[in-house]
């Protein structure tokens, strides 16, 4: 009995073993079978990159122009593409400085030009309605100062003495029938209004009678800008005589841009200056915007009340114009000095992390001195570098410029484009337009590999002597983005 006990229990030891084996089998296939699946998920293609780190991109594998296969970006990848990473050490010797995206108000100042102009509405003539003759003047020169009521001109007429006579007797006559009927007065009195209604649709009822002449006055104080009256003239009615403008408050006229239109608010406050004033400014406000562009300046002319009491403003002067604008509620704003311009994009470096920096394309809006309405492209809060943005010379070249700021110090911009590349390789031909066919080895400094493409001469006189089929060593500089130059080139020794 105790050897088929030990039988039995040595066989259920084996099965116990046996399954445990299984079970662990099991586990261990399912969790490899679920990293596989990881990785390949981890490893999926999104596409294919320029080798070359042009803006080029494939969904599906190609060669560029020289031959090499473009560069698989997998899932993952695609988020570190575009973050710059730069030592801490770097950042601090670089002074980079940033600033949070917030909510502000941009009150600016709009600096356009302009002209001094007169008050179209502070000007009139002297146009008599009746004929006559100018017996004397009492103003003759252009530009003289004239007040309200102060004499220009005695006219002699003989229509305006008739009537003007035939108002005295019938206000003589009234005043002399004070006993009389009601119905006597009542004809005289419309004797009286007819012709004093006669005297003041020829706008004289305030004229001045003197024996047979009549002294015409000013109606409002001014500058006297035309003078057509010469003494002895004869004129007829409605024949201008002068011109007068009251100077004591002038328009400027100002130009703005068709991009700026939208800021324009009536009522806006502006500044005046004038060249011939540096050290005093006029204060004015906007009263007028014109509904009309000029195509040919692509500008729209604002009109600005400025007073001008001592008439130091003169017509036709030129004037700088500041006008107050901004709508004055808050929009989401960062510094101009984060903002690279590349003439087609906006970018601005976010700050994601210590050492850590992404570039995000901006739409902008309006602006003010030192700050830029943000519409899209950053969130309320994320911070944007505002200082060292002098290492960027454009968005097309953002990690190139920044590449440098690792542990390497960087060379200034100019000369990494003018390092030159020793190659070796074997001469194929001379092309018909100068250029040289060649297999050069692999390069590592630019990663490429062993290939057959043609590169340009710095000089014709670099192939001379060389033929076809031999082989060369040579050093070559890029000119221009994705442009490879010969600057040196000769023909190696037998054995080399």
Known sequence: MNTLSKQITAALLLLTVAVTAYWFGTQNMIEERGTSIEEKAENRILYYRNPMGLPDTSPVPKKDAMGMDYVAVYAGDEQTSSSINISID???????KSEAAALRELNSTLRVTGR????????YTIAPKFEGWVERLHVNTTGQLVTKGQPLFDVYSPELVSAQREQSLAA?????MKDADEEAKLSMRRLVDASAARLKNWDISDAKLNGNRITYQAKEAGIVLEKKAVQGMRFMPGEVLYQI????????????PEQEIGQLQLGSVAKIDIDAYPQHSFDGKVDFIYPTLNSATRTLQVRIQVANPKAMLKPAMFAN??????KGNKVLAI?????????TRQVVLVRLAEGRFEPRSVTLGGRSHDYVEVLNGIAAGEQVVTSANFLIDSESNLKAALGGMGDVPAKPQAQQKTVGHQVQGILEAINP???????????PALKWPSMTMDFALANPSLVSGIKPGSAISFEI???GQGEWVITKLQAQHEGH
């Open 90 to 96: 770097k950042v601090q010797k670089l002074g980079v």
């Open 116 to 123: 001094i102009e007169i008050d179209e509405r502070r000007t």
């Open 172 to 176: 003589q006559g009234l005043a002399a």
């Open 245 to 256: 403008a009251d100077l004591s408050s002038v328009w400027v006229i100002a130009d703005v």
């Open 321 to 326: 114009a500041q006008l107050a604008v901004g």
């Open 335 to 343: 510094p101009t000095s984060a903002v690279i311009d590349s003439g």
């Open 433 to 443: 337009d100068g250029t040289l066919s060649i297999t050069h080895d692999p390069i």
């Open 477 to 479: 500089v890029e000119r």
